[in-house]
DNA sequence: ATATTAAACTAACGCTTGTTAGTTTGGTGA
DNA sequence: TCACCAAACTAACAAGCGTTAGTTTAATAT
């Protein structure tokens, strides 16, 4: 257990205010003012602006690859696959409301790291929709456009960050049900 | 058939640059480069950087709430209504996916117009969760929590703007067919 | 030809931005 | 008690920001 040291509680800080205005809104002199601190002070722990973003998205990117990569070396059904995507979509969200925002939103504003970013995305995508596909083949999904119901389920997933701050009563496990129900059983065949 | 002038112009133009950086990161100088003039000149046509953002979003809004009124006051079934809906986010989306980008990701950046929007997409909220609660009540739609429906929905079709220019080759009609399908058959009884 | 006008221009403004350099503070371990 | 060090500070920078004022250009209407 890594304990919190000054520069994560900058970027916990830099997470919240990201998502409320977008990267680019927020002045380094906003999130020192957030801290209590002088704008200055924040460069004895981080190096830019810039790295504070990377370090935000990056980890959370390579959080969603990792668990994609156990999803598809699992040996579960292709409808499995999908309830476990939905999972780990609602985990990660728990955990990180505040930097899915970013990644959402700001990822654009990536400078060295964009090229990086992309590749992770774009395979994790590539990923999601052969279990789509394969499900399709198998006859355990209704012969439906496979691209639009990635997208379907992907744009839900990614906004999950709006929508669980407001329903804090409902826990994980309940969302992921629920969410799985909506979203894989029209989808079922 | 209003002509286009120069203003028009100017907001198609900073739209498709809200839609790539987000309305923060584009500068005058940005927007003036894109037009072929100088930011200065810009100011012959428009009053400032904020009412070209409220000038796309607040349309974009009152399209949305005309829409919806049209839709709660026809006498259709509550799973046509939702279709109705699914239908009224693929076309506005279609004939305007920039300006959606910016009502998506910066309407927090609204100033005088904010409580104003604020208000036009409560009560669109508000009439849309009301149809989902009329569809369980009259057994249209399956017993599900209503609220996770209509996130499902509507962050699906908040997202259209992402997804329809890289599907130029589908049309509005056959979008609007499959989609309402994975959405809504997942919920019908 | 002359007056009008839309739409561009140059030049500059006051302010904010991210960041740096060098210094002070206050607590911890030797 | 003193050296050390993390973490704050003050002061300042060059660049970029949105915007204004006043001027020039080129096409249209009288």
């Known amino acids: 257990m890594k304990q919190e040291t000054r520069k994560d509680e900058i970027i916990v800080t830099a997470s919240k205010l ?11 002199r906003d999130l020192a003012t957030a801290m209590g601190i002088k704008a200055a002070s924040l460069y004895n722990h ?31 059904s292709n409808i ?13 969200t728990s955990h990180n409301t505040n930097g899915m925002a970013s990644l ?6 990536l400078e060295d790291q964009l090229g990086y970013y992309l590749q992770l995305r774009n395979e994790y995508e590539a ?35 709006l929508w669980i701050p407001k329903k804090e009563d409902l826990n994980a496990n309940d969302l992921s049900n629920s969410l ?7 989808i079922n065949n």
């Open 80 to 92: 499995d696959k999908l309830e476990k995507i939905v999972d780990l979509h609602v985990n990660i």
């Open 46 to 76: 981080i190096n830019s602006k810039q790295d504070i973003l990377k370090a935000i998205i990056i980890s959370i990117a390579e959080e969603f690859t990792s668990g994609m990569n156990a999803i598809i070396h699992s040996d579960a």
């Open 104 to 109: 959402n939103n700001d990822w654009m504003h």
């Open 18 to 28: 990201f998502k409320e205005k977008g990267y680019s809104a927020v002045t380094m």
């Open 127 to 161: 990923n999601f929709l052969n279990i789509i596909k394969e499900g399709i083949l198998s006859s355990e999904l209704k012969n439906s456009n496979p691209e639009i119901i990635m997208f379907s389920m992907l744009t839900t997933l990614r906004s999950l960050y």
């Open 180 to 186: 799985s129900e909506v979203l894989i059983e029209g």
